[in-house]
């Protein structure tokens, strides 16, 4: 099992930057690639973006390339999501992923997740 922890979220004006975490523990060998979704009220689970751990290769979501920059720290099992130029339409619980296949795509299966952290942006 793979236990996923986030933090980092919370409110912040349009324009604003956060910077989320996400630590992993247990059975880390067994992760090769961590990313993020996120869930908007009323709406359903989006893909957010992910990394592959063994060589830091990265897919992003139309929505958030060039504002959003995933990364990860194999030292401390952890993969990070800097946001900037936030928008309102990014108001969402973000959560952290793992999965234990090297697939980048959206379709790709993951097989953990987090409990989430909300990220409100105000207009």
């Known amino acids: 099992q793979v236990h996923l922890e986030e933090s980092g979220g919370g409110l912040v004006q349009s324009g604003g930057s956060l910077r989320l975490s996400c630590v992993a523990s247990?059975?880390?060998?067994?992760?090769?690639?961590m990313g993020w979704i996120r869930q908007a009220p009323g709406k359903e689970r989006e893909f957010v973006a992910r990394?592959?751990?063994?060589?830091?290769?990265?897919n992003y979501a139309d929505s958030v390339k060039g504002r959003f920059r995933i990364s990860r720290d194999n030292t401390k099992n952890t993969v990070y999501l800097q946001m900037n130029s936030l928008e309102p339409e990014d108001t969402a619980v973000y959560y952290c992923?793992?999965?234990?296949?090297?697939?980048?795509?959206?379709?790709?299966?993951?097989?953990?997740w987090g409990q989430g952290t909300q990220v409100t942006v105000s207009s």
């Open positions: 990394i592959r751990r063994r060589d830091g290769t990265t």
């Open positions: 247990g059975r880390t060998a067994s992760v090769s690639t």
């Open positions: 992923e793992a999965g234990g296949t090297p697939g980048l795509t959206p379709a790709q299966a993951m097989d953990y």
